[in-house]
Structure formats: structure tokens, C-alpha cells
């Protein structure tokens, strides 16, 4: 494991900042706004610059409904950021269900598995991971875009969501995955609607149940497009949905949380220090015993 990547993970006096870096032609967040060759390296760059702790490159959109790029194609993507990034010292994470992309993002640098799968889409994932070492983020999933919303039914969504990632990490860590380098994700969006979103986000400290650091990706999604505006009307566009994103930092911040990951870095990043500087003005209780 890279020396960057040990700290980062070990990481918890402070909740850290993953920047989205999206080479794709149909992403919903910044609809593909990055998909040119030379558009994403210096996106991915600004990413960094931005104060970003992790660059997190992905080649495959998980719009609802979104066709799966082929394998050759997904790295034709990713492979000239993710040694772009590396070459300029940041730690990426590569943004991944295919083992093979992985593999490769990994050998070119990337310090990072970030498979919104959590290992269910491809069955070489888990057992590369698991010989490799390499850290890993495993979110809550149900089924691929295609047909994850049809799967968004639940009675009980919290505990619904925290009895399946509980049930991955015991498979995940069975298969031999280091508990040190595994984080997992409540998949906010994934096979879920707004009302399941809002309450995830309602029980974020419900999430330390797991007993691994937990990743919240709730960075310009729908559910936060929709706040304020009348149910007939469409809901704010994916890029001015950063102030609603903010908050949500801030909350995953308040509730301990490993890491967010987010499109606007330097808004979250801005954010958190608030809550970074109040924490560390708690009194001290082994002083005042
Ligand atoms: N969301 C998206 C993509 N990758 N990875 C993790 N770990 N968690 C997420 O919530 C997540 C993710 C989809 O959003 P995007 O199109 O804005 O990247």
C-alpha cells in the first residue's frame, strides 16, 4: 500500500475530501462535460489543486439506465488521467467494477479501489484485491443502472442498507481483504429514491455500526436537485446543486465520516474546515477530569 494512501486511511481527525474526476460522454453530474482527452486532465488537475486528499477517475457513468462502455474502452478513459495525476503527486482512487481496469489503474499508480459494486459485478475483482492488498471502497448495491431503480424497494432502508453492507464486509473480509484497508458506502442513489437518500443521510452516525470508515457520495444527486421546488417542476441542474452538497459534507463531517466524495472540492473543502476548527475547540475531557 502506498505510504499516501496508509495515511489517508488511518486518517480520522478529520473527514477527507475524494474530487470526482468523470471521463465520460453521459455522467449525470457534469454531463460529460470532461469526456475530451485534454478536457480531463486538466479537469482532473484542477481536481487536485483544489485541495482534493483523493482524485477519484472513473471511465463508466451509473446513470440510471446508462450502457456499459467495453473494457478497452473504459481504460482508453481513465488510464492517461490516472498517470497524469499520479505523475503530479495526487492520490487516486480509480473509480471501477472490472477487475481489469483496476489492475491496470493500479500498476500505472492509483493508490485506490473505489468499485461501486462492491466486488458483485465482476467475480475477479475480490480475490485481485485481496492478493493486491490494495485499499478498497466497497458501496451498498443492488444491480447494475439498467435496472437499479426497479430494486429501490425497501421497508426499512436503514436497516436494510446496514444489514447488506454488514453482510459484504464479513464476505469481503472471508475472502481475505484487509479490515485495515476496506471502507464502505451507504451507495446513496443506487437501487434508492429520494426518500430512501434523505433517510440515510438522517442516520449517517448509524453508519460506524459497520466498524470500517465509511465514504458518502452524495455530491450533486437528484434527491438534492429537488429541495425547494414544486413537485411538477424538473430539478435544479446537476452543476448547481454544490450548496446543497455542501451541507451534506458538513453533516457527514459532524457525524465522524471517513470521507466525501465530491464534483466542487474547493466548496467542501472550505466547508469542512469550519467544522474541523469548532471540533478541535471541544473541551478536552481528560482535562477537565
Ligand atoms: N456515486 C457515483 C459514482 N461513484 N462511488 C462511490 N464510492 N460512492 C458513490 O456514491 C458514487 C461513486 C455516481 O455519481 P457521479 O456520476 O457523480 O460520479
Not at 187 to 205: C, D, I, R, S, T
Amino acid at each position: 500500500m502506498s505510504a499516501g494512501a496508509a495515511e489517508l486511511l488511518a486518517q480520522r481527525d478529520r473527514t477527507l475530501v475524494m474530487g470526482v474526476v468523470n471521463v465520460t460522454p453521459d455522467s449525470f453530474s457534469d454531463g460529460g462535460e470532461w469526456f475530451e482527452p485534454v478536457a480531463a486532465l486538466g479537469h482532473g488537475r484542477e481536481v487536485f489543486e483544489a485541495g482534493a486528499d483523493i482524485v477519484d477517475v472513473g471511465g463508466e457513468s451509473t446513470r440510471p439506465g446508462a450502457e456499459r462502455p467495453s473494457v478497452e474502452e473504459e481504460l482508453r478513459r481513465v488510464a492517461p488521467v490516472v498517470s497524469d495525476l499520479v505523475e503530479h503527486g495526487a492520490v487516486v482512487s480509480i473509480d471501477t467494477m472490472r477487475a481489469e481496469v483496476a489492475r491496470v489503474a493500479v500498476e500505472l499508480g492509483a493508490a485506490i479501489v473505489n468499485d461501486v459494486s462492491g466486488g458483485l459485478a465482476d467475480p475477479e475483482m475480490v480475490p485481485w484485491v485481496a492478493e493486491a492488498g490494495v485499499p478498497y471502497i466497497a458501496m451498498h448495491w443492488r444491480g447494475h443502472s439498467t435496472h437499479m431503480q426497479s430494486r429501490a424497494i425497501y421497508t426499512d432502508v436503514v436497516g436494510e442498507v446496514l444489514y447488506e453492507l454488514g453482510v459484504r464486509r464479513d464476505e469481503l473480509l472471508a475472502a481475505g481483504l484487509d479490515a485495515e484497508r476496506l471502507v464502505l458506502d451507504p451507495g446513496l442513489g443506487f437501487a434508492k429514491n429520494a426518500e430512501h437518500n434523505w433517510a440515510l443521510m438522517a442516520a449517517l452516525p448509524e453508519l460506524h455500526d459497520l466498524g470500517q470508515p465509511i465514504l458518502l457520495g452524495a455530491s450533486r444527486k437528484a434527491f438534492l436537485g429537488r429541495l425547494g421546488r414544486a413537485e411538477h417542476d424538473s430539478p435544479r441542474p446537476a452543476p448547481e446543486r454544490d450548496l446543497e452538497t455542501t451541507a451534506t459534507s458538513v453533516m457527514a463531517a459532524m457525524a465522524g465520516l471517513w470521507c466525501v466524495r465530491v464534483h466542487d472540492v474547493a466548496s467542501t473543502v472550505r466547508a469542512l474546515a469550519v467544522v474541523e476548527t469548532a471540533v478541535r475547540h471541544l473541551p478536552d475531557e481528560d482535562a477537565a477530569q
